[in-house]
């Protein structure tokens, strides 16, 4: 009886109403946190928790020295702690390079202008500021989310890198592959949103049909991305990095990068901007202004 007359009228799960999102819907927007590059800040409005941004470039071109630039920002800028999880790079290259960040010197190279001290500082403030994987070459998804889930359930992390996503299907035929990282980028930013973490993935790019290879200064394009229809539905920004690494261009022309706003969900926005790799201190940030002048007037302007 009680049930008869006292009945509600049915509502699916996932409904709610203006009163359930309103505090939220008549919040302010604020800005999320930086990135190394002022640039892409201003292209993002920041960083906020439960997004993902892609990273996509060809072979050798920058995205090892992009997460170390973005991991030391982590560290050092904002005193929070960040999980990488570099599946081409052994867990103490990694220590070595950020802590050159750190110290803005070659830690990796041996003819580095450094001595042992000023290593061992370096790597000796990372210790509070990263988790690090040691699983290189081939990982399966269903390990590496377990990883991800500890490092930010646990340790408190916030952001996440995964380089390269490749490495999640390598030998797996095509369809398989295509069909694993539909999966991988589908759980991943469902998991972003639940646990409330930024998630970074660098990818491989497919070389172009036409035009200039990659290597070369090749434009980026979203569809070269491996995986890029699945990235497109899942993910809140992909970005290109594009270089021309030709051996016969000066070292200014050749360490200088530019990052491309491919997709961008949240806001719309689009552009590129100049990132500099500086081969005496390791850092790769937007250029000073008298690099600027010498690279325009080596390109012809």
């Known amino acids: 009886i009680s049930a008869f007359f006292n009945a509600e009228p049915y509502s699916p799960d996932g409904f709610v109403t203006i009163d359930d999102v309103f505090e939220e819907a008549t919040s302010m927007p604020v800005w999320g946190k930086s990135w190394p590059w002022p640039s892409l800040t201003k292209l993002t409005y920041g960083r906020r928790l439960g997004e993902g941004y892609y990273f996509g470039a060809g072979v050798k071109i920058g995205k090892s020295e992009c997460v170390n630039q973005l991991a030391h920002h982590v560290i050092v800028k904002e005193q929070s702690k960040i999980a990488l999880f570099k599946l081409e790079e052994k867990p103490a290259m990694t220590a070595r390079r950020i802590a050159g960040k750190i110290k803005h010197k070659q830690f990796h190279k041996p003819d580095g202008d450094f001595t042992q001290e000023e290593l061992i500082d370096g790597v000796s403030q990372l210790r509070?500021?990263?988790?690090?994987?040691?699983?290189?070459?081939?990982?399966?998804?269903?390990?590496?989310?377990?990883?991800?889930?500890?490092?930010?359930?646990?340790?408190?992390?916030?952001?996440?890198?995964?380089?390269?996503?490749?490495?999640?299907?390598?030998?797996?035929?095509a369809a398989d592959a295509n069909t694993e990282l539909e999966r991988v980028s589908d759980e991943l930013s469902s998991m972003a949103k639940d646990l409330g973490f930024c998630f970074y993935v660098f990818c491989h790019l497919k070389a172009p049909q036409t035009g200039k290879p990659h290597e070369e200064g090749g434009r980026v394009h979203s569809n070269q991305f491996t995986g890029s229809r699945a990235m497109m539905r899942s993910c809140y920004y992909m970005i290109g990095i594009e270089r021309d690494k030709s051996p016969d261009l000066p070292d200014v022309v050749r360490n200088m990068s530019s990052f491309v706003m491919l997709e961008d969900r949240a806001f719309g926005m689009s552009g590129r901007f100049n990132v500099f790799y500086n081969m005496d201190t390791g850092d790769y940030l937007e250029p000073d202004m008298d690099v600027v002048e010498e690279f325009n007037e080596l390109r012809g302007g």
């Open 128 to 173: 509070d500021g990263v988790v690090l994987y040691d699983k290189y070459g081939a990982t399966a998804w269903d390990e590496l989310k377990v990883a991800i889930r500890h490092a930010v359930v646990a340790e408190g992390v916030e952001d996440v890198v995964i380089d390269p996503l490749s490495r999640l299907t390598a030998g797996m035929p």
